[in-house]
T-cell receptor, first 112, second 112 residues
């Protein structure tokens, strides 16, 4: 299947810092999604992107759909303790909801 | 409350003993899907269903079966579990007019 490369694999930051992570693919996706997974829970959808170049915000989170349609970026501003978790990008290649391809995740840890 | 419910949350079983993980959603969603999550590999799709009696293979279907006899239920069946199926499993559902899945809380399966 298709592969999504997500980086970095892990991040250790201090509270209040901004965070950036990205996801790249060798093939085009028509929709990009960003999920967050808390320990012991399933992933929860944060942001959905539908058009190349689109920039969408959800509170302190901002995500962008890359112009080439082969990448996407997620930024978190002024991180807080509840931001801790694993962030996943996911792409949909076709115009249907049946198949999401997930990245390998970025684990975010906040150092006290 | 709108949700995807999986059972059991934890399961330890022996090689070769058939098991079923149940999944139910109360949102009248058309799409349902099963993923497995393994360290360093992210979430990989096992099977998906676009509606009742319509199922198809994902990226890692070997050793698994599914059925979709009713819209709300999508059980995952392991006819003869093996240790390499030890993993964290997630069921998810989505409506056909909105991208992005709603995930259950996961089933941690250990096959010894």
């Amino acid at each position: 299947g298709q592969q999504l490369n997500q980086s970095p694999q892990s991040m250790f930051i201090q509270e209040g810092e901004d965070v950036s992570m990205n996801c790249t693919s060798s093939s085009i996706f028509n929709t990009w999604l960003w999920y967050k997974q808390d320990p012991g829970e399933g992933p929860v959808l944060l942001i959905a992107l539908y058009k190349a170049g689109e920039l969408t915000s959800n509170g302190r989170l901002t995500a962008q759909f890359g112009i080439t349609r082969k990448d996407s970026f997620l930024n978190i501003s002024a991180s807080i303790p509840s931001d801790v978790g694993i962030y996943f990008c996911a792409g949909i290649a076709n115009f249907g909801n049946e198949k999401l391809t997930f990245g390998t995740g970025t684990r975010l840890t906040i150092i006290p | 409350e709108a949700q995807v419910t999986q059972n059991p949350r934890y399961l330890i079983t022996v090689t070769g003993k058939k098991l079923t993980v149940t999944c139910s959603q109360n949102m009248n969603h058309e799409y349902m899907s099963w993923y497995r999550q393994d360290p360093g590999l992210g979430l990989r799709q096992i099977y998906y269903s676009m509606n009742v009696e319509v199922t198809d293979k994902g990226d890692v279907p070997e050793g698994y079966k599914v059925s979709r006899k009713e819209k709300r239920n999508f059980p995952l069946i392991l006819e003869s579990p093996s240790p390499n199926q030890t993993s964290l499993y997630f069921c998810a559902s989505s409506s056909q007019d909105r991208y992005g899945y709603t995930f259950g809380s996961g089933t941690r399966l250990t096959v010894v």
